[in-house]
C-alpha cells in the first residue's frame, strides 16, 4: 500500500506561526505533524509514502531528508490545488500500488490502520471513510447495517434511518477510483459521489475507541499537548524531552533546574529559554520562544513570533 500526505495546506487559523513554518511542521509535543503523520504510516508498515506541498515548501523538503523512509514530494503551485487536486497531481504515483491511503497532516490518530486497511481489502469498496462517532451533528451520513456513506450532512439533516459520523481526515482507496478524479475536481467531496453513484462502493468504517484530534486551531493544538498529559492520547515524544507525569508538565532534559520551577501544571515546554520568575500553567512554549522574567503565562501557545491565545 502506499501512504499520501496531504501537507500543502496554509494553516491561516495558527497565524502568526503558520507565516513563518508551513502548518505540516507545526510541532506537536515537539514533533512536527508531518513527522506524526509519517510515522503515523510506516509504523503501520507503509515505507512508500508521498506528500503534497505549497506554502514554504523548501521547509517541508528539509525535514523530509531526515525521515527514516523517503518521502516523494509534489510541490503545487500557483495557487493550492485541494484534495481532488491532489489526488489528480499525484496520480501516476498513487496508481502504482492496487491500494492507496490518504492522510491529513493535521491530523493526530491512534486508529489501528494496518486493521482498517484488512477490513478495507475485505470489503471490496473503492473507497473507505475511517470515521469516529459523531461528537454534534457529525460530517457524514452513512448506513449503520451496511456502512454504505450516503453523503455529507447538511445543517444536520439526515436521510431516514441513517446515522452520522465524523470523518477523520483518513480514507483508503484503491486505484480504480482514480479513474473518477478529474483535472478540475478540487474538493473530494465530488470524486466520493461519482464513486457511490456508479457503484464502485463508498463505505464509512467507525471507529469507537482511537484518539483523534483535527489540529486546526491553537485551542485544538494546545489540547493535544493536555491529553498526552492525561493519558488519552499516546505519542512518540522523542528522547530529548522528559515529561513529569505526575505534575503534568514536559520540558527539555537540558533545562536548568531554576527554569523548571517556572513550570505549573498542564506546561508542555520545547524552550531552554525560560528566565527567573515566570510563572506558566496550561500553556505550551515551542522549541525556540523566550519567556521573559517574571511573566504570568496561561492559556497561551508561546511561539517564537509571538503568541496564540487558547480560549
Given at each position: 500500500m502506499t501512504g499520501f500526505i496531504l501537507a500543502a495546506g496554509l494553516g491561516t487559523r495558527l497565524k502568526p506561526l503558520t507565516d513563518h513554518i508551513p502548518k505540516a511542521l507545526v510541532p506537536v509535543c515537539g514533533v512536527?505533524?508531518?513527522?506524526?503523520?509519517?510515522?503515523?504510516?510506516?509504523?503501520?508498515?507503509?515505507?512508500?509514502?508521498?506528500?503534497?506541498?505549497?506554502?514554504?515548501?523548501?521547509?517541508?523538503?528539509?525535514?523530509?531528508?531526515?525521515?527514516?523512509?523517503?518521502?516523494?514530494l509534489f510541490h503545487?503551485?500557483?495557487?493550492?490545488?485541494?484534495?481532488?487536486?491532489a489526488l489528480h497531481f499525484a496520480r501516476d504515483?498513487?496508481?502504482?500500488?492496487?491500494?492507496?491511503?490518504?492522510?491529513?497532516?493535521?491530523?493526530?490518530?491512534?486508529?489501528?490502520?494496518?486493521?482498517?486497511?484488512?477490513?478495507?481489502?475485505?470489503?471490496?469498496?473503492?473507497?473507505g471513510l475511517v470515521a469516529a462517532a459523531a461528537l454534534g451533528k457529525g460530517t457524514l451520513a452513512y448506513d449503520p447495517s451496511s456502512g454504505d456513506y450516503l453523503g455529507t450532512v447538511s445543517n444536520g439533516a439526515l436521510p431516514q434511518g441513517a446515522e452520522s459520523a465524523d470523518f477523520i481526515g483518513i480514507s483508503l482507496y484503491r486505484r480504480e477510483i482514480l479513474d473518477l478524479v478529474t483535472a478540475d475536481d478540487f474538493s473530494v467531496l465530488p470524486i466520493w459521489d461519482r464513486a457511490r453513484d456508479r457503484g464502485a462502493g463508498v463505505k464509512v468504517f467507525v471507529q469507537e475507541s482511537m484518539y483523534w484530534s483535527d489540529i486546526g486551531t491553537p485551542r485544538s493544538l494546545a489540547q493535544v499537548h493536555f491529553d498526552v498529559f492525561d493519558g488519552a492520547c499516546e505519542l512518540d515524544i522523542g528522547n530529548t524531552t522528559y515529561v513529569d507525569w505526575q505534575n503534568k508538565r514536559a520540558y527539555p532534559s537540558a533545562l536548568q533546574?531554576?527554569?523548571r520551577d517556572a513550570l505549573g501544571p498542564y506546561t508542555w515546554c520545547n524552550s531552554l529559554d525560560i528566565e527567573t520568575g515566570a510563572r506558566?500553567?496550561?500553556?505550551?512554549?515551542?522549541?525556540?520562544?523566550?519567556?521573559?522574567?517574571?511573566a504570568e503565562v496561561s492559556n497561551t501557545i508561546v511561539t517564537p513570533w509571538g503568541d496564540l491565545h487558547i480560549g
Open positions: 512536527p505533524l508531518l513527522g506524526h503523520a509519517h510515522r503515523f504510516l510506516s509504523g503501520s508498515g507503509i515505507h512508500k509514502i508521498g506528500a503534497n506541498t505549497h506554502h514554504l515548501a523548501p521547509l517541508v523538503h528539509a525535514l523530509c531528508e531526515s525521515l527514516e523512509f523517503p518521502v516523494e503545487e503551485t500557483g495557487r493550492i490545488r485541494g484534495t481532488g487536486g504515483y498513487l496508481s502504482q500500488d492496487s491500494l492507496f491511503c490518504i492522510v491529513n497532516v493535521d491530523i493526530i490518530s491512534t486508529a489501528d490502520l494496518q486493521r482498517l486497511a484488512d477490513a478495507f481489502d475485505s470489503s471490496g469498496c473503492a473507497c533546574a531554576g527554569a506558566l500553567h496550561h500553556a505550551v512554549v515551542l522549541e525556540g520562544a523566550r519567556v521573559g522574567r517574571d
